[in-house]
């Protein structure tokens, strides 16, 4: 009776080197997104001009990315409530965005490949677009309370 797996220790580490080849880009991006975040909260977005000006505002408009930065640095403070009224759709989105890169990671991690569903990619881009589209109109309305 034989068990299936490596035959030898030279397998193994073959199997464990492609498993630290796939792995290397979730966790480059993970560890990038951490560094963003400990910048975030090191230094203060909420500062006029701390980490530039943002150039739709300079053209008088709020984009539905406009907050963003100040919605992190909040949330690293845990204040929530602050973070959503500096960009609801970031805050709504980010349950969303934290499931898909883990998803990316672990399956990564276990070596499972997953086919593009050409349908779900389609039908998620057209709402994300339509969503972000509605919400710089409802935030650039005036007296709009979603403005950051």
């Known amino acids: 009776m034989t068990i299936a797996g490596p035959s030898s220790t030279a397998d193994t580490a073959v199997v464990e080197a492609s498993r630290w080849r796939r792995i290397a880009a979730p966790a480059l991006t993970i560890g990038a997104l951490g560094?963003?975040?400990?910048?975030?909260y090191v230094r203060d977005p909420h500062e006029s001009g701390s980490w530039g000006y943002c150039p739709s505002a300079a053209l008088g408009f709020w984009?539905?990315?406009?907050?963003?930065?100040?919605?992190v640095n909040d949330l690293t403070h845990g204040d929530v409530g602050a973070?959503?009224?500096s960009n609801l759709l970031f805050i709504a989105l980010l349950p969303v965005l934290v499931f898909l890169l883990g998803r990316w990671a672990v399956d990564r991690w276990l070596g499972r490949e997953r086919e593009p569903n050409a349908r779900l990619i389609t039908i998620g881009t057209v709402t994300l677009c339509v969503l972000a589209a509605a919400f710089a109109v409802?935030?650039?309305?005036?007296?709009?309370?979603?403005a950051p």
């Open 138 to 146: 409802a935030r650039n309305l005036p007296g709009s309370w979603l």
């Open 83 to 85: 973070a959503a009224s």
């Open 63 to 71: 984009c539905p990315g406009c907050g963003g930065l100040r919605a």
């Open 35 to 40: 560094a963003a975040t400990l910048a975030l």
